[in-house]
């Protein structure tokens, strides 16, 4: 009988006072039980005849960022444990999953306290409804949730207590209104071109999808990760040409940062176009082999206000011009390391990194680096 049940998936927004951050991000059994009654209360106001479906919700509260990951990992979990419990039959029924003994029943379902600290958390919910009413449910909860859906009193009330924070909302929300509101909120923040990809990969993954950074640089979403062309490579044809072209490529590898940091929260994949995907928290971008004529390549660091080490290239000193070898783009904010200690070992180079203090372009605009004088 279980199959014949349709998921409809929301969340419980939990907008906090200025400074406040709850006690914990997770309940224990019986509050997220307490908390699950309280909330089917208030649904039953809000969408009269919800009683037909089944009531589910995970006691933890969430980032925006952990919920809307490629294939909803916390509502999948949270809709495959809902449809283990046998005592609760198709005809309705309150589910709810907390700590026993300090640890949640799935991993999926743990908060990670690297996203902790934002204005609004998420507690996850859905209903789990009959087929023959989960379209019309879907559609009032469309319509009733984002008109009418504060939470009630005694729900707001035993929240704040239970985990030691004052709210200044507590609202119902569909799975799409979240994803609504995250759009609004990226492209208020100039990240629309990134929304563009997320949406991709959270709605339409098996479909391909294009979009143009704001200053220009590509973004492709294919099979399941976003790929880029290598920034310098794509600055010396796209962007040198530009008023003060040092500036508007550190200001392309502050965008690129933002994306990739946004990208890792979500779950999606960044990587160079033709090169495998990137987990590292950096992207290493070759342009040439070595010359065995030359001297050791050495590692030069381009610098930028705002952005520390923006980029490291690897080249070997040749008289009236460098010889690039690679470029390398930090963009987690503890990569630098290890992007170091790889770019050390695959061109055999030492560690030392000579700082420029600046982002050294050469004539044509590529990403560059000192040459010895031909004098």
């Given at each position: ?97 907390g700590t026993h003994e300090g640890h ?54 035993f929240l704040m207590r239970t985990l ?212």
């Amino acid at each position: 009988m279980n199959e014949s049940l349709i998921a409809c998936p929301a969340v419980l927004a939990l907008e906090l006072a200025a400074g406040e951050v709850p006690a914990r991000l997770e309940l224990t059994r019986d509050e997220a039980q307490t908390l699950a009654t309280l909330v089917a209360d208030d649904l039953r106001t809000l969408l009269p005849g919800v009683e037909a479906s089944r009531f589910a919700l995970a006691g933890a509260l969430f980032d925006g960022v952990e919920l809307l990951r490629p294939g909803f990992p916390v509502f999948a979990t949270l809709e495959e444990l809902a449809r283990r419990i046998p005592r609760v039959t198709t005809a309705g029924g309150v589910v709810a999953f907390g700590t026993h003994e300090g640890h949640m029943p799935a991993q999926p379902l743990v908060p990670d306290t690297r996203y902790a600290g934002g204005p609004m958390r998420l507690v996850p919910w859905m209903l789990l409804a009959p087929e023959n009413l989960a379209a019309e449910l879907t559609s009032r909860m469309e319509v009733e949730l984002v008109g009418r859906g504060e939470a009630g009193a005694a729900t707001a009330d035993f929240l704040m207590r239970t985990l030691g924070m004052r709210l200044e909302h507590a609202r119902y929300l569909s799975r799409d209104d979240l994803l609504a509101l995250t759009c609004v909120q990226y492209e208020h923040v100039n990240l629309a071109p990134l929304w563009t990809m997320l949406e991709a990969a959270l709605l339409t993954p098996y479909k391909d999808e294009t979009a143009l950074g704001s200053r220009g640089l590509p973004l492709h979403y294919a099979e399941g990760r976003v790929g880029i062309p290598g920034p310098a490579t794509w600055f010396a044809r796209a962007g040198a040409q530009r008023e003060n072209p040092a500036h508007e490529f550190a200001g392309t590898l502050f965008e690129l940062r933002q994306y990739a940091a946004l990208l890792a929260a979500h779950h999606v994949p960044l990587h160079l176009e033709g090169q495998p995907a990137q987990t590292a928290g950096y992207l290493v971008e070759a342009v040439a082999d070595a010359d065995p004529d030359l001297p050791a390549p050495a590692i030069y660091a381009h610098e930028a206000p705002g952005l520390g080490m923006a980029a490291l290239t690897v080249a070997q000193p040749s008289p009236g011009k460098a010889r690039v070898l690679a470029h390398g783009y930090p963009l987690a904010p503890d990569a630098l390391a290890p992007l170091l200690d790889t770019l050390a070992g695959r061109y055999a180079t030492e560690h030392e990194v000579h700082a420029l203090g600046r982002v050294l372009l050469d004539a044509d605009g590529v990403l560059s680096a000192p040459a010895p004088s031909l004098h």
